[in-house]
């Protein structure tokens, strides 16, 4: 179970990354 140990370190890493990869791809599509 270290899923439940590491979730919250976890899903901040995660949130984040998917945070950065949506702010991209919304910037191309409005510049394309």
Do not use: I
């Not at 899903?11 to 949506?22: F, G, I, L, V």
Request: glycine share 6%; net charge positive.
């Amino acid at each position: 179970m270290q899923k439940v140990l590491g979730t919250g370190a976890f899903e901040r890493r995660y949130h984040a990354r998917n945070k950065t990869e949506n702010d991209y791809v919304s910037f191309t599509a409005t510049s394309r």
